[in-house]
């Protein structure tokens, strides 16, 4: 079946700092690829997304490449601030067999300290 | 411009007790969805909707029942609430193209004693 993993948390950096957060998928054909950020108390908001192979989804400074060959789409942001703390949802949608069955991951708390 | 507008934000039943949770869109989206979020589960799919007058189950259906009489409109009703549906529950709408993301609603705390 569709499934999406992605790192468990909670991931804890000093701002400016590196991110990445893992996140790998199995589908079968070509899914969509998502990444969602919540913040307290709100709901999910589309962060960035990819549809095909090779694509590169970019916001906010925050980027993830669809890489078919890794089933991978992992979340990357080159210097983090403050305001970036909230859960990460890495999700997919599969091409096949009911385009609303969107899979989550279980989500990535970060948290970015001054 | 409003979006996806969920009420109540917060709610506490008593077992057995029904109630329904409210989902309004002023996009014009045809698909509408219902999730809940548990901690450590992510999000899991409840019931969908793809236009006005068709629903169908998600991942999770038992125990909720869903309508779509608009397009505007998917409300979500627990017909005997149990503690296990304890929970924060999200609406998500889209446009029919299928590489589009879902816009979600801020979300129902629902809290069943």
């Known amino acids: 079946g569709n499934s999406v993993t992605q790192m468990e948390g909670p991931v804890t950096l000093s701002e400016e700092a590196f991110l990445t957060i893992n996140c790998t998928y199995t589908?079968?054909?070509?899914?969509?690829l998502f990444w969602y950020v919540q913040y307290p108390g709100e709901g999910l908001q589309l962060l960035l997304k990819?549809?095909?192979?090779?694509d590169k989804g970019s916001n906010k400074g925050f980027e993830a490449t669809y890489r078919k060959e890794t089933t991978s789409f992992h979340l990357e942001k080159g210097s983090v601030q403050v305001s970036d703390s909230a859960v990460y949802f890495c999700?997919?949608?599969?091409?096949?067999?009911?385009?609303?069955?969107?899979?989550f991951g279980k989500g990535t708390k970060l948290t970015v300290n001054p | 411009n409003a979006g996806v507008t969920q009420t109540p934000k917060f709610q506490v039943l008593k077992t057995g007790q029904s109630m329904t949770l409210q989902c309004a869109q002023d996009?014009?989206?045809?698909?509408m969805s219902w999730y809940r979020q548990d901690p450590g589960m992510g999000l899991r799919l409840i019931h969908y909707?793809?236009?006005?007058?068709?629903?169908d189950q998600g991942e999770v259906p038992n125990g909720y029942n869903v309508s779509r009489s608009t397009t505007e409109d998917f409300p979500l009703r627990l017909l005997s609430a149990a503690p296990s549906q304890t929970s924060v529950y999200f609406c998500?709408?889209?446009?029919?193209?299928?590489?589009?993301?879902?816009?979600f609603g801020d979300g129902t705390r629902l809290s069943i004693l």
């Open positions: 999700a997919l949608r599969p091409t096949q067999g009911g385009s609303e069955k969107l899979v």
């Open positions: 998500a709408t889209r446009t029919g193209a299928s590489n589009q993301p879902q816009h």
């Open positions: 996009m014009n989206h045809e698909y």
């Open positions: 589908a079968t054909g070509y899914p969509s």
């Open positions: 990819a549809t095909k192979a090779d």
């Open positions: 909707s793809v236009g006005a007058g068709i629903t």
